[in-house]
């Protein structure tokens, strides 16, 4: 418990202390909070970079150029020792994960993303891991599919859930700062196990009802997807909205190597840069089967009142995802862009 209290307190610190930073002062307050070999694995077209000064120089420092008012909301904040590990380092290892939003206005471009007067809310989500009292590496994820949308650059299709809805938890303070019950812990965590590992890998390839969802989710579910698939507000339209179409076209998808799965209190947090393989075998979203094995990342939070999950936060890379499908989205935002300045 103090691990995990001490852990979440460096996080909260070295957050606020990247935050206030002017885009000159990044390199040396992340070289303050993190080891030399830091590990950050980032969104697509991102990827893995190695150390805090390759970190600042290609990511934090271009993004706080870009939107020099940029503010981080924080609407779900935990921390807890993972019982999954892909790096045998990692066995056992602390994690501390928040997700919410960035806020601010564009001035400049990142990543060829264009300036607009709008204000923006990027979604955003981290998982950093600790060895000892350092942070060792980090899983993030970015929405930039959403954040297309918002600027009027669609690259997928219309989304059949609700765009931009990714609130607050429903009536719960999802900021886990004070500690929490460890039997609300260990409910949570037997309760995520089996969902992953029983119910959305039992999957006949047939019948959706194989899955059992229904145990683990409740009716009035509120699933949080990312842009290309939007919010589901209710089971019903997670199975209709979301879940259908996504194993129609990956039927064979199935969780494995996350680096991380760990609870705390009512919370559950799980991340994974490869954690769900899958073979591209129907449309989706508009693509065509590729016959692609896919190999998906994806960050999510869920919160569990009584026996069932009522709200689940989700991150998947899509742009990843359509990159192994053989589609590049930034490419499709760029030519939008291009003929959005031609007019």
């Known amino acids: 418990m103090h691990s995990n209290q001490a852990n979440k307190a460096r996080v909260r610190e070295y957050w606020a202390a990247m935050d206030s930073a002017t885009a000159e002062e990044l390199p040396a307050v992340a070289a303050a909070y993190l080891p030399e070999r830091f590990r950050w694995n980032g969104p697509a077209p991102l990827g893995e970079i190695i150390g805090p000064v390759a970190l600042t120089e290609q990511v934090l ?28 380092d990692a066995r056992d290892a602390f994690w501390v994960a928040g997700t919410g939003y960035l806020t601010g206005t564009a001035i400049d471009s990142f990543l060829g993303i264009p ?47 609700a765009s931009h809805v990714f609130p607050v938890a429903t009536g719960f303070d999802g900021e886990l700062d004070a500690p929490q019950s460890a ?54 339209e997670f199975e209709q909205f979301h879940q259908q179409p996504w ?58 009142s009584g026996g069932q999950f009522t709200e689940n936060w989700v991150f998947v890379d899509m742009i990843d995802l359509f990159a192994q499908m053989g589609v590049d989205l930034f490419e499709r935002m760029a030519v939008l862009r291009d003929k959005k300045v031609a007019g």
Request: contains cysteine; negative net charge.
């Open 61 to 88: 420092a271009p993004l706080k150029r870009a939107i020099p008012d940029l503010k981080r909301q924080t609407h779900l904040f935990m921390g807890g020792q993972s019982v999954e590990h892909v790096d045998s």
């Open 183 to 236: 039997e609300q812990t260990a409910q949570t965590l037997r309760l995520g196990h089996d969902l992953l590992y029983g119910g959305l890998n039992g999957f006949d390839q047939d019948n959706l009802a194989s899955m059992g969802m229904a145990d683990f989710f409740h009716p009035n579910l509120k699933w949080y997807g990312p842009g290309g698939i939007g919010a589901c507000l209710s089971f019903t």
């Open 247 to 304: 194993l129609m076209a990956f039927p064979d998808r199935k969780v494995v190597g996350l680096e991380s799965l760990f609870a705390e209190g009512r919370l559950l947090a799980s991340s994974g840069v490869a954690g769900v393989t899958a073979t591209h075998t129907g449309t989706y979203l508009g693509q065509p089967a590729s016959g692609a094995s896919l190999k998906i990342s994806g960050i999510d939070f869920w919160l569990r």
């Open 115 to 161: 300036a607009t007067s709008q204000p923006l809310r990027i979604r955003w989500s981290e998982f950093i891991r600790f060895k000892g009292d350092v942070m060792v590496e980090s899983q993030v994820i970015l929405d930039f599919v959403d954040w297309f949308e918002q600027i009027d650059l669609p690259v997928l299709p219309r989304t059949r859930g």
